[in-house]
């Protein structure tokens, strides 16, 4: 069964860069028809997509964040990492990263195969 881990930072100061990194085990990237994705949730807010990385190194960013956003793998370690630049107090929020089959990309719905979760704080 695979599972993902979330790590990084918890506090980030305004302007600087988010990064954040998930480790998969039981499961690997290189040869998977998932889509490794990041996504958030802030309080009162519900689930933003906010971009993946695929087996062939091709990455979707979500419109608001594409022009900050980067992801990034690591098939040698089975790691994926996210990096949110210019980050503000919005950018204030509990990051996950998840394997996704293609047709459940957006959903509103939590995906099952997910970490646990980082709560990340954007504050001077």
């Known amino acids: 069964q695979v599972q993902l881990q979330e790590s990084g930072p918890g506090l980030v100061k305004p302007s600087q860069t988010l990064s954040l990194t998930c480790t998969v085990s039981?499961?690997?990237?290189?040869?998977?028809?998932?889509?490794w994705s990041w996504l958030r949730q802030s309080p009162g807010k519900g689930l933003e997509w906010i971009g993946y990385i695929d087996s062939g190194d091709s990455t979707y960013y979500g419109p608001s964040l594409k022009s900050r956003t980067s992801i990034s793998r690591d098939t040698s370690n089975n790691e994926f990492t996210l990096q949110l630049r210019s980050v503000t107090p919005e950018d204030t929020a509990v990051y996950y990263c998840?394997?996704?089959?293609?047709?459940?990309?957006?959903?509103?719905?939590?995906?099952?195969?997910r970490g646990q979760g980082t709560q990340v704080t954007v504050s001077s």
């Open positions: 039981g499961g690997s990237m290189a040869t998977s028809t998932y889509l």
């Open positions: 998840a394997r996704v089959r293609p047709i459940n990309y957006g959903s509103e719905r939590p995906p099952v195969d």
